[in-house]
């Protein structure tokens, strides 16, 4: 009886998530191998759209900018990530929870208006400029800090920290502080200890928190554009362009379901990692 019950209660969430999620994708699946003709769509199947994507380089060199920028970004938020959530899970105390809701609290506005935000601090204008001029480091505005790939990911790296921290911050949790002492007690130095005990048992939420920003920043549309200036043209805007002024529905689906299969097989060796990496924990 419950499980029918549970069946019955299930079923409306399955329904809307196959109409709104996994239909949507199939559709897109279905279109990448049609074609373009004038100014209408061919439904004769094939793989032409998949070859072009292979051999034209400027689709491979976006798809290849879009997970560098990704890679970078999970870098420079795990480094600075470590250290923060370290404080939150061992010494933060009775702080914990408004800490929490701080590092949460920009995530509360929209993306525009942290672009926006970073635009004001990043301009020729802005304060950061204003800033080193008054401090007499420079005598006329830095103009390479706006519009270019270096705001780029300043803001990438600010939108997307607060995942990597709280991924890390789970697995701060969950270490137990027994096993530092053992290594000091052992002789072994902050590094040492940091390498062979802290990072092996807090890998799954390094995996985990760099999965996150890893996605969130490959599929970012809104902060390169306004940005990145020149350098903001990514494989995003390039799918973008392709369902508007291009018309060429089959060629933006098949980066698409590019871009999501590369994507799906990195979430796979993921998941093996942290398994892998849970197991070698237990034992």
């Avoid at 080193?132 to 830095?142: E, K, Q, R, S, Y």
């Amino acid at each position: 009886m419950s499980l029918r019950v549970g069946t019955l209660l299930a079923a409306p969430v399955t329904a809307f998530l196959l109409a709104l999620c996994v239909a949507p994708l199939l559709i897109l699946f279905a279109y990448s191998f049609f074609r373009v003709d004038f100014v209408a769509i061919s439904y004769d199947p094939s793989f032409a759209n998949y070859a072009k994507i292979a051999g034209s380089a400027t689709y491979r060199g976006l798809i290849l900018k879009a997970f560098g920028s990704g890679a970078l970004v999970v870098a420079i938020t795990a480094v600075i990530g470590y250290p923060v959530a370290w404080f939150l899970a061992k010494r933060a105390g009775a702080m914990k929870s408004a800490l929490l809701t701080l590092l949460l609290v920009p995530l509360y506005s929209g993306d525009l208006v942290r672009v926006f935000a970073w635009r004001v601090l990043l301009g020729a204008e802005g304060v950061i400029n204003r800033s080193l001029i008054w401090a007499g480091v420079t005598d006329a505005p830095i103009q390479g800090l706006l519009f270019s790939p270096l705001a780029t990911h300043i803001a990438l790296t600010y939108n997307y920290l607060p995942f990597m921290v709280i991924g890390l911050w789970l697995a701060f949790e969950s270490l137990d502080d027994a096993w530092l002492e053992a290594a000091a007690d052992l002789g072994a130095r902050s590094p040492s200890r940091f390498a062979r005990v802290t990072l092996p048992l807090t890998f799954p939420g390094l995996v985990a928190g760099g999965l996150m920003v890893f996605v969130m920043v490959v599929g970012d549309y809104l902060t390169p554009q306004l940005l990145g200036g020149a350098s903001g043209i990514t494989v995003i805007s390039a799918i973008n362009d392709l369902f508007g002024t291009a018309f060429d529905w089959p060629l933006g689906s098949a980066i698409a379901w590019t871009m999501l299969a590369i994507l799906m097989a990195f979430f796979a060796v993921g998941a093996m990692l942290i398994r892998r990496s849970s197991l070698v924990g237990g034992s």
